[in-house]
């Protein structure tokens, strides 16, 4: 399908500005969930309503039940910003399902993000904590079902069949991936169906993007039309320079055919937007986390419209 070229705020705060964001290069605006008040906004303004929707994430200070199993057989270490649950929690994921579904037969989205798509772990932080899970006992059950290894302990798993382990979990991702997709296009046909993911490159932190988040680009393009990788360069610890370095070399390990729109984060604004603009790889459209902060000033708003132009410009040319 042919994806939207998409430019615009994360945040229904934003839409406090939705009667300006047009002038200044926005076209669409993500926020959370099934908001009636913002779906209505983005109706009033002619702005593009696109949904964040959560998959693999609760409180899990409420719902101890959800805290995946670590490698010592415990519950793993978790904090406020943990995402990802326990994937054997067949009535979680019951739930979330049904809330997608509900969410499609109200509204008419022009996109939705899947968020939070990954095994447990954070990492929008300079020094992440990567811990491996999930070994509750029906996760077990279900690698052992499904590669027909013969595995009792994340020991035995880790230790013999660590790369299997991988795959099956990104697997298990790509399918849940699949299915959401599958829910979305028959429920409003040509929504786009986007798709948030770790910011690092397949070979960092020892393959972390695969082996702790089990997100594997060439698994979940089937179901994935646009990937937007969190590039938040304060929070985590790097330099401005990472938006244009993740442009750069994206066509090395994201699947062709498929679009990178990254989204950016205000308390970064302008540099990490400044070096997005500069990569021979545009970004196909950009999201600004935190974008009430950019389009309630009118001078940061300005610079947004620039890059927009850019951006734009370099597409129409051709650039790739």
């Known amino acids: 399908m042919e994806v939207p070229l998409l430019f615009g705020p994360y945040g229904a705060a934003a839409l406090e500005h939705a009667d300006r964001l047009v002038q200044y290069g926005a076209n669409a605006v993500w926020f959370h969930g099934f908001s009636e008040p913002a779906f209505d906004a983005c109706a009033k303004y002619e702005l593009a309503a696109c949904v964040e929707f959560k ?3 609760a409180d899990l200070y409420k719902r101890p039940d959800l805290v995946p199993i670590g490698v010592d057989g415990k519950p793993i270490r978790y904090g406020r910003l943990v995402q990802g649950v326990c994937l054997a929690q067949q009535e979680f994921l019951q739930e979330t399902e049904e809330n997608l579904l509900a969410g499609l037969r ?14 447990a772990g954070w990492f929008e932080t ?12 029906g996760c077990i059950a279900e690698f052992c079902e499904a590669t027909g290894v013969d595995a009792a302990t994340p020991g035995e798993i880790l230790d013999r069949h660590a790369a299997l382990w991988t795959r099956h979990k ?14 979305i296009r028959d429920q409003v046909p040509g929504c786009v169906v986007g798709a948030y993911v770790c910011p690092w ?22 179901a994935i039309d646009v990937f ?14 990472w938006a244009r370095t993740f442009l750069e070399r994206a066509p090395g390990f994201v699947p062709a055919g498929r679009k990178v729109q990254l989204i950016l984060d205000a308390l970064d604004f302008p540099d990490s937007l400044l070096a997005t603009v500069e990569s021979p790889h545009p970004s196909w459209g950009i999201q600004m986390f935190g974008g009430a902060q950019v389009f309630g000033d009118p001078d940061r708003a300005q610079a947004f419209l620039t890059a927009v132009v850019r951006i734009r410009k370099a597409i129409a040319a051709g650039v790739t």
Do not use: N
């Open 228 to 241: 937007t990788p969190l590039i938040y360069t304060t929070k985590s610890g790097r330099s401005a320079t």
């Open 106 to 119: 109200r509204f008419q989205p022009v996109g939705i993000w899947l968020d939070y798509l990954t095994y």
């Open 126 to 137: 300079p020094q992440p904590d990567l811990q491996d899970s999930c070994f509750c006992p």
């Open 55 to 57: 998959t693999f994430r």
């Open 201 to 222: 490159e397949p070979d960092e932190y020892k393959g972390a993007l695969t082996r702790i988040f089990a997100q594997d680009y060439a698994l979940l393009a089937p």
């Open 170 to 183: 990104c697997e298990r991702i790509g399918g849940f991936a699949a299915g959401y997709a599958q829910i």
